[in-house]
C-alpha cells in the first residue's frame, strides 16, 4: 500500500509539473534568467496544455502566456512582426483580459515606431481609450498627436481640444493647447485663432515647459501678420528658457534685417550720418603726408564733384586760372 501511495504522489507530483501555472512560473524565471529562447519555449508549452483545458482559469492563464510571449518577441527577441501575430491573438482570444489593455497598447507602438502603420495605431489607442484606462489623458493627446503626423490638421485639432475639455485636469492640457495652436496655424484662415490658443496657453500655464516654445510660435504667427515688432518682442522673451536660444536668435536677426531692408532711409538718419568709410574719395587721415596717421577727416568736395561731376574734371577745374572758371549757370 505505501508503494501504491507512493507511486500516486509522483504522479501527482508530475501532473502539477506539467500543468500550465508550473510552465508559465518557468518562463517568467527563464525572462529573469535573460534565456528568452527557453522562455518562448515554456510559453508554447503552456498554450499547448490551455487548448485542452476548459477550466475557468483558462483563459487567465492563456492570456499571461500570450501577453509573456508577445513582450519578448518584441522587446528581446527583436522579432516586431512575430510580436504583432502574437498580441493581435491575444487581443482575439482575450479582449476583456487585464493583460490585453497593455498589449494593445505595445501593439499600437510597434505599428506606429516599427512600421509607420499611423492609423493602424490610432485604432489600437482608440480602442484601449474605450476601455477608459487610467491614463486615458495621454492616450487621447497620442491620439491627437498622430493625427498631425498625418498632416490631418482638422482631426488632429478636434482631438487636441477634447483633451483639454475632457481632461481639463490632468497634466496634459498645455501640452494639447499647444499641439491645437499648431494644428490651427497650419490651417487655411484660422491663425487669428492660433494665436488666441497660444496665448490661452501663455496665460493658464505660465510655468509650463512649452512656455518658450509657444512664444516663438505666437511670434512666428505675428510675423505673418505683419506685426515684426511683436514678434521679436515675443522672440526675445522666449531666448531666456528656450532649449535652442541660436535657433530663436537667428530668426530675430533675420526679421530684424528685414526692417532694416524695408525701412526708407531720412534724412538725418543717426545710424548713416557719420559712416564716412563709405565715401572713401572724400577722406583723408588727419596728418598724412607728416609720417602720421591720425584720425579720419572728410575733405570738402569741390564744386565739381558737388554736382556730380567725376574726379577727372574736379582735378581740371583744380588746374584752371580762377578767371577761366565757368560762372555758374542761373535757372
Same mark, same amino acid.
Given at each position: 500500500?505505501?508503494?501504491? =501511495?507512493?507511486?500516486? /504522489?509522483?504522479a501527482?507530483?508530475?501532473? *502539477?509539473?506539467?500543468? @500550465?501555472p508550473?510552465? !508559465?512560473? $518557468? &518562463? %517568467? ?11 518562448? =519555449?515554456?510559453?508554447? /508549452? ?5 487548448? *485542452?483545458?476548459?477550466? @475557468?482559469?483558462?483563459? !487567465?492563464? $492563456? &492570456? %499571461? ?22 498580441? *493581435? ?11 490585453t489593455l ?69 497634466a ?28 490661452d ?22 510675423a ?29 536677426s533675420?526679421?530684424r534685417?528685414?526692417?532694416?531692408a524695408?525701412?526708407?532711409?531720412t ?8 559712416d ?49 572758371v ?6
Amino acid at each position: 500500500m505505501r508503494w501504491l =501511495a507512493f507511486i500516486a /504522489l509522483l504522479a501527482m507530483s508530475a501532473c *502539477r509539473k506539467d500543468d @500550465p501555472p508550473t510552465h !508559465l512560473e $518557468r &518562463a %517568467r524565471t527563464a525572462q529573469f534568467l535573460q534565456k528568452p529562447d527557453l522562455a518562448i =519555449a515554456e510559453y508554447k /508549452l503552456a498554450l499547448d496544455l490551455l487548448e *485542452r483545458d476548459a477550466s @475557468p482559469q483558462s483563459n !487567465l492563464y $492563456r &492570456a %499571461r502566456a500570450l501577453r509573456g510571449a508577445a513582450d519578448l518577441y518584441a522587446f528581446q527577441l527583436n522579432d516586431p512582426k512575430r510580436a504583432i501575430e502574437v498580441y *493581435r491573438e491575444l487581443i482575439t482570444v482575450c479582449p476583456e483580459a487585464p493583460e490585453t489593455l497593455e498589449g494593445r497598447l505595445h501593439l499600437a507602438g510597434l505599428l506606429w515606431h516599427q512600421f509607420r502603420d499611423l492609423r493602424g495605431a490610432i485604432a489600437e489607442y482608440t480602442s484601449a481609450l474605450a476601455r477608459n484606462p487610467p491614463q486615458s489623458a495621454e492616450l487621447s493627446f497620442t491620439v491627437a498627436k498622430l493625427y498631425f503626423e498625418l498632416q490631418d490638421y482638422e482631426q488632429c485639432e478636434l482631438e487636441a481640444r477634447k483633451v483639454s475639455q475632457k481632461y481639463e485636469t490632468s497634466a496634459w492640457v498645455d501640452d494639447a493647447l499647444y499641439l491645437r495652436g499648431q494644428a490651427l496655424a497650419m490651417m487655411e484662415g484660422r491663425k487669428p485663432e492660433a494665436q488666441r490658443v497660444f496665448d490661452d496657453l501663455l496665460e493658464r500655464f505660465p510655468d509650463s515647459e512649452l512656455r518658450a516654445h509657444a512664444l516663438v510660435e505666437l511670434g512666428r504667427l505675428k510675423a505673418d501678420a505683419g506685426d515684426p515688432e511683436r514678434a521679436i518682442e515675443l522672440w526675445v522673451d522666449a531666448l531666456k528658457t528656450h532649449p535652442t536660444p541660436q535657433a530663436v536668435q537667428q530668426q530675430i536677426s533675420l526679421v530684424r534685417g528685414r526692417l532694416r531692408a524695408t525701412t526708407p532711409k531720412t534724412i538725418g538718419d543717426a545710424t548713416t550720418a557719420f559712416d564716412w568709410d563709405k565715401y572713401p574719395v572724400y577722406e583723408r587721415r588727419d596728418g598724412e603726408g607728416e609720417g602720421g596717421a591720425g584720425k579720419v577727416v572728410p575733405v570738402p568736395k569741390t564744386s565739381a564733384e558737388a554736382v556730380g561731376g567725376t574726379a577727372e574734371e574736379a582735378e581740371r577745374e583744380s588746374t584752371m586760372p580762377a578767371e577761366t572758371v565757368p560762372p555758374p549757370q542761373g535757372p
